[in-house]
């Protein structure tokens, strides 16, 4: 297990606060944020590379704020991979076995095997600079892993790397991490990749964690506005709670006169739910449905009217704008293609939406 | 004048400058003297006395120099600055001076002191070691420091991620990686000690036979009047300064493609 406690990490002008986070071993845990919010800042430190200026890391209840970056036993990938130059494949492959004391020769097995496995045992002679993008991401893995740490950190190793690459690698990490029981905390930018990686998620916003969660409640249910801005979500709009009935909450929108329900256990997180007081109700766009003309029924909740005023093309789905009735405000809605051409969506047309109550959530102001 | 031209030309003018300067040597020229100059015993020994001084002196602010170029390039430390400045010293103080510092140094007490239990400096042949010494420290430092500054830090991290201790990462990673850097900047401080004129004349005198580098012997040589000595004696340093100066623009620029 990796454990962190209330780490505050200064650098320069910027600095990482209180930290906690708890890493449980065989998981995958994923941190995003925007550029400059201190992931990689925070991965450094874990490693050993930055000095935390205060607060605890341990590894295995071990603690090893100070102890130095090559006594951690923590396998490192940064971005740039940082293969040596002056070495072959087998060279990089095996300068970590090198420096442990003698050449083990069961270890060394296991390296060639896993280089056979990895598809890139053909290349040990070969010289870094003639390797593509995808043989240099395994070299630097096998590397990593050669020595034989659980604890895989990777600093968004894979983000130049073509699409169908990036496929191919992130089902080898899931492969990797289960046959070997690595315990891997990855930094990244890209949400797909987080989200088809990760068992948990830290969202991270200048140098604080906001949130922390299993990828499926992070995706559903965002504890605040700067998480779901980061997550996405577009559809996000500040309102007024009206009164709590039952299990049930009655909203306002701002510019909007219809009043929407949202179901109590959607309000996860709001110690207070007093009547006028101000939230944000947020839908993913995914979840707001498009009604056919005539297939709105009476018993469906929120059914808003309104007007199409836009309809974009995404490649395999369309994104359409609509704009309620008498309402300043627009939602945006994904349409699975199969849908939008029975529905023919035009520009201009008019429409009856349902935002689910089960789907709506409200977030603090 | 566009600016391209203009620039070409001034790129131009300044090769003339020194081209005109070598040329020149050409009109004072003897085939004969050249071989007769060229293999007295007293030449030979300039030769060798200023090729085994350069070596030495450069060997060791090499030795000083890498870990203090390492230092200056990869850690932030109180004083870091001033000894970045410093190192310009040996630049903006003349040799002669620097040469001058060195005598009054071994003329204070502790310079005394340490003559007296170490090595004689003053006019001898270990004088001339430091004062090239001392005259290409400062260099060596700057020179190997642009080379370290080259390799990222990147890969000493990565290095000890995998098991490697600083020391054994140093050796193993950053060295090999400013290998080619590393040996320019050697090259070039050679060069500087071969050159050395100033400081060495101040400290090791002007001996023949015992101090008497090659840029001593030019002065030497001039001082009487033996023009033609001095030719061959200046064309023998080109020489010299030549090959040492192509072979640190080849090494600097493999470092580029490496």
Redesign the interface.
């Known amino acids: 297990m990796l454990e962190l406690e209330r780490l505050t990490i200064q650098a320069g002008t910027f600095s990482v606060t209180n930290i906690d986070l708890t890493i449980q071993p065989g998981c995958c845990h994923v941190l995003v944020g925007p550029t400059g919010c201190g992931k990689t800042t925070l991965l450094e430190a874990i490693?050993?590379?930055r000095r935390p200026h205060s607060g605890v890391i341990r590894l295995e209840g071990r603690d090893i704020t100070d102890l130095?970056?090559?006594r951690?036993g923590?396998?490192?990938l940064?971005q740039?991979l940082?293969l040596?130059?002056?070495l072959s494949v087998e060279g990089n492959i095996f300068?970590?076995i090198k420096?442990?004391k003698g050449l083990n020769e069961a270890r060394r097995n296991f390296v060639l095997q896993l280089t056979q496995e990895l598809g890139i045992s053909h290349l040990l002679n070969r010289g870094i600079g003639n390797l593509s993008g995808g043989e240099r991401q395994r070299v630097a893995l096998v590397?990593?892993l050669?020595?034989g740490s659980r604890y895989l950190l990777l600093d968004e190793p894979f983000s130049a790397l073509h699409e169908a690459i990036r496929r191919d690698i992130w089902q080898l990490i899931l492969e990797l991490k289960r046959q070997l029981g690595l315990t891997i905390v990855m930094i990244s930018h890209d949400l797909k990749e987080a989200f088809f990686l990760g068992d948990e998620i830290s969202v991270m916003v200048e140098g604080k964690l906001l949130q922390t969660d299993k990828k499926e409640v992070l995706y559903e249910r965002p504890k605040s506005a700067a998480v779901a801005a980061f997550l996405g979500l577009k559809n996000l709009f500040p309102a007024r709670i009206l009164y709590v009935q039952d299990q049930e909450v009655i909203i306002t929108l701002q510019d909007m006169p219809q009043k929407l329900i949202l179901f109590f256990k959607q309000t996860r997180d709001m110690s207070e739910l007093a009547p006028n007081s101000p939230v944000l109700i947020g839908i993913r766009s995914e979840h707001v449905m498009l009604l056919r003309p005539g297939m709105a029924n009476k018993h469906q909740k929120n059914l808003i009217t309104g007007v199409i005023e836009d309809v974009f093309f995404q490649g395999k789905d369309y994104t359409a704008i609509f704009r309620p009735d008498g309402s300043f405000i627009t939602i945006q809605i994904d349409v699975p293609g199969y849908a939008a051409s029975k529905l023919s969506l035009k520009r201009g047309d008019s429409a009856t939406i349902c935002m689910c109550p089960e789907r709506l959530f409200l977030l603090s102001e | 004048m566009n600016l391209k031209r203009l620039a070409i030309s001034c790129a131009f003018f300044t090769f003339s400058v020194y081209a005109g300067l070598v040329l020149s040597i050409f009109y004072f020229f003897s085939g004969h003297l050249f071989m007769e100059t060229f293999l007295s015993e007293r030449t030979l020994f300039s030769i060798r006395l200023s090729l085994i001084a350069a070596t030495l002196a450069t060997t060791l602010s090499v030795f000083l120099a890498i870990p203090s170029a390492y230092a200056l390039s990869r850690f932030d430390f109180r004083g870091k600055d001033l000894i970045d400045t410093i190192l310009e010293f040996p630049m903006i103080v003349s040799p002669a001076a620097l040469g001058a510092l060195l005598l009054i140094f071994f003329n204070t007490p502790l310079g005394e002191a340490l003559q007296n239990n170490t090595l004689q400096f003053v006019f001898t042949f270990a004088g001339i070691i430091v004062a090239q010494f001392v005259t290409t420290l400062g260099v060596a430092t700057r020179l190997l420091k642009a080379a370290l500054d080259e390799i990222p830090p990147r890969y000493e991290e990565v290095a000890r991620t995998l098991g490697a201790s600083p020391l054994s990462a140093f050796f193993t990673v950053t060295l090999p990686l400013a290998k080619r850097g590393i040996l320019a900047a050697v090259i070039l401080t050679w060069a500087k000690a071969l050159g050395e004129f100033g400081a060495t004349i101040m400290v090791a005198g002007s001996m023949a036979m015992k101090t008497e580098t090659l840029p001593v012997a030019i002065f030497m040589r001039l001082a009487s009047a033996d023009i033609s000595g001095t030719v061959v004696l200046i064309l023998i340093l080109i020489s010299v300064g030549f090959f040492v100066l192509y072979a640190a623009r080849f090494l600097t620029k493999g470092s580029r493609r490496a």
């Open positions: 490693v050993g590379i130095p970056i090559e951690r923590i396998a490192y940064p740039d940082a040596f130059p002056h300068y970590g420096q442990q590397r990593a050669a020595p």
